[in-house]
């Protein structure tokens, strides 16, 4: 995958991120979509036809409407939504990932307990793996448990997730805070260790990522 690729550049959008995660489970129209993003019913017709080009969406189903004919899409399952073994994936979906956390965190529901975590740690290969394919279990959890969104009864929860290992040859490469000085915002060393910025918090919509197999 580079950047290039006509399935990055079509899942490294926020909207599209949001669309796919909504049509996981229960296929919606882009009538439907638009109304749940808040968005123009022709935007919403403009992504599906470019995750469907991609074969990121299928046509589940055509039913009558008012006289008129909804087209219902779903999400295909198994679709490579996180793949950053290619140097141009990473930052492009971390910067789709990072504009739907803000949006959702934005919407967290007050008093509502969630999870936290930012890490940069060193572990042993095993302790890496294992992880990774528990958290990739859970997730896939929780991708069967979704519903149709504000279905009675159901909780919409947030998630955001971007797990992978470091390069031990980023020495130098440093984290400013916005505004700061070098020597302020950053702390030297060697980064060849595993990365896992994460959130899990109770609020509306939104499918986390997956990380790779």
Do not use: C
């Not at 808040?38 to 055509?62: K, N, P, W």
């Not at 008129?68 to 899409?73: D, I, N, P």
């Not at 779903?74 to 290619?86: E, M, N």
């Not at 971007?162 to 020495?171: K, N």
Request: net charge negative; glycine share 10%; proline share 7%.
């Amino acid at each position: 995958m580079t950047a290039t690729d006509p399935l990055l550049r079509a899942l490294a959008h926020p909207v599209r991120l949001r669309m796919v995660s909504l049509v996981w489970n229960a296929p919606l129209s882009a009538a439907e979509l638009a109304r749940e993003l808040g968005i123009s019913h022709a935007l919403a017709s403009q992504h599906l036809r470019r995750l469907d080009a991609v074969g990121v969406v299928e046509l589940a189903e055509i039913r009558t409407n008012r006289g008129g004919r909804e087209r219902r899409y779903r999400a295909v399952h198994g679709s490579p939504l996180s793949d950053q073994r290619h140097e141009a994936a990473a930052p492009l979906l971390a910067e789709a990932l990072a504009h739907n956390l803000r949006e959702r965190a934005a919407r967290r529901a007050p008093d509502t307990e969630g999870v936290t975590s930012d890490a940069e740690l060193w572990v042993a290969p095993e302790v890496w793996t294992d992880f990774r394919t528990r958290l990739a279990a859970l997730f896939d959890d929780l991708h069967a448990a979704a519903q149709a969104p504000h279905t009675p009864g159901t909780t919409g929860i947030g998630v955001t997730a971007m797990v992978f290992p470091l390069r031990e040859d980023a020495a130098g490469v440093t984290g400013e805070e916005p505004g700061a000085s070098p020597e302020e915002g950053s702390d030297e060393g060697s980064d060849g260790g595993s990365d896992a910025g994460s959130s899990a918090d109770g609020g509306p919509g939104g499918k986390p990522i997956r990380p790779n197999g």
